[in-house]
């Protein structure tokens, strides 16, 4: 069965960095849409960042973009989410997600998969 494991997050002083990875198995994710999102207490979830795991074409919500970088690592199987000059809005669960097919949503319901989540914790 595909399984979507997140590790990596944690508490970090704003303006620090961390870096969040997916491993993901299961299956074969060649023709996937790997993606992150995130949700705050109280807030829906918000699309944070996707990439084509072939080609590895990426797109970024605004808020994040020139901060966080999307990248893989075809051999491990493996989906990083880098996060620098982190805020505190940027605090949240992030998770990560598989869809099929190439096309990078902003959509959490076009993706099939999903991992249980990892708390990233900025304080101010």
């Known amino acids: 069965q595909v399984q979507l494991v997140e590790s990596g997050g944690g508490l970090v002083q704003a303006g620090g960095s961390l870096r969040l990875s997916c491993a993901a198995s299961?299956?074969?994710?060649?023709?996937?849409?790997m993606a992150w999102f995130r949700q705050a207490p109280g807030k829906e979830r918000e699309f944070v960042a996707a990439i084509r795991w072939s080609g590895g074409n990426t797109y970024y919500a605004d808020s994040v973009k020139g901060r966080f970088t999307i990248s893989r690592d075809n051999a491990k199987n493996t989906v990083y989410l880098q996060m620098n000059t982190l805020k505190s809005e940027d605090t949240a669960v992030y998770y990560c997600a598989a869809g099929a097919g190439s096309y990078l949503s902003t959509e959490g319901s076009h993706y099939d998969y999903w991992g249980q989540g990892t708390q990233v914790t900025v304080s101010s």
């Open positions: 299961g299956r074969t994710f060649s023709s996937y849409a």
